[in-house]
Each structure stands twice: as structure tokens, then as C-alpha cells.
């Protein structure tokens, strides 16, 4: 499985209410051969912004789209998702549940994961990441002329 990820950076980010599950999802990224660049908090801070992290990860996705994903995890994973679809070829999405995370990646070809710290376990945010890091884009025509049309 590893051999699938090799051309693939993960940069994942969370803020203090994502900070211990993404702390815990680092050795299991690393554990499925992916390299892993964490761009944030490095401590918990409750003080922290999640739009800092979520502009730091969606950044360097921005600049590699095609090979290079993001995982983002904050209280809800809804306010890391509208930050990081502000930059140029980012499709962040926020998923819940294994099936939104497929859809996410099948039919948007999302490139950035924004995951809940507060309703989520870690071992559910596990399989989810799984399930998207597993997941290709269909490449189906109706797909890709959506996606067309929400690239500024």
C-alpha cells in the first residue's frame, strides 16, 4: 500500500481543538509510507486561530495540487475548510463520515481534508483519512466540468 502514496507530501495543520488527534494521526500517516510535514500548532495553545493553520497547510497544497494533500483538523472542520478554499487550486472539503470523504476525492478530487477534533475519534478520523488517501478522483467527464466551474 505504502507504494501508492510515494510521490505524496501530507502537510497537516490543526489548532488547539484538533492539536492531540492530529498529533496521533502523524505516526499513522507515516506508518502508510507518507512523508508528513506538520505546519502547525507544534503545542497546544488554546489561544491559537485555526485560519493560521489552515492557511499554512492550503499554501503549499496550492503549490503542488496534483501530487501534495492537506489534512486539517479543527472543532468542527468547518472553519479550516472555507480558510483553506480561499488559494488557488485547493478543493478542500470536510468530511464526517468514510462516504463523504469518497465522494470528496471520486467526484471533487479534493486535495484537503478537513477533519472535526470535537466529533470525531481518532480512530473514526483514521479510517476516514484512510478511506480519502485511498480514494482517486473518477476523472468522469461530468466531474471534471464541475470542478471547471469552481476554479476562479
Not at 18 to 37: M, N, T
Not at 40 to 63: I, M, Q, R
Not at 123 to 149: D, N
Request: proline fraction near 3%; charged fraction near 30%; hydrophobic fraction near 35%.
Amino acid at each position: 500500500m505504502a507504494s501508492g502514496y510515494s510521490q505524496m507530501t501530507i502537510f497537516i495543520g490543526a489548532d488547539h481543538r484538533g492539536f492531540k488527534i492530529k498529533e496521533a494521526l502523524k505516526p499513522y500517516l507515516k506508518e502508510l509510507g507518507l512523508e508528513v510535514v506538520d505546519l502547525g500548532n507544534d503545542h497546544f495553545d488554546e489561544n491559537d486561530d485555526y485560519p493560521d493553520f489552515a492557511n499554512a497547510v492550503a499554501g503549499k497544497v496550492s503549490k503542488n495540487p496534483e501530487t501534495d494533500k492537506g489534512i486539517l483538523i479543527c472543532g468542527s472542520g468547518i472553519g479550516m475548510s472555507i480558510a483553506a478554499n480561499k488559494f488557488e487550486n485547493v478543493r478542500a472539503a470536510q468530511a464526517d463520515k468514510i462516504e463523504e470523504a469518497i465522494l470528496s476525492r471520486k467526484d471533487n478530487d479534493a486535495n484537503v481534508l478537513s477533519l472535526s477534533g470535537n466529533s470525531l475519534s481518532e480512530q473514526e478520523i483514521k479510517e476516514i483519512v484512510r478511506a480519502w488517501l485511498e480514494t482517486p478522483f473518477s476523472k468522469e467527464e461530468r466531474h471534471e466540468r464541475r470542478i471547471k466551474k469552481i476554479i476562479p
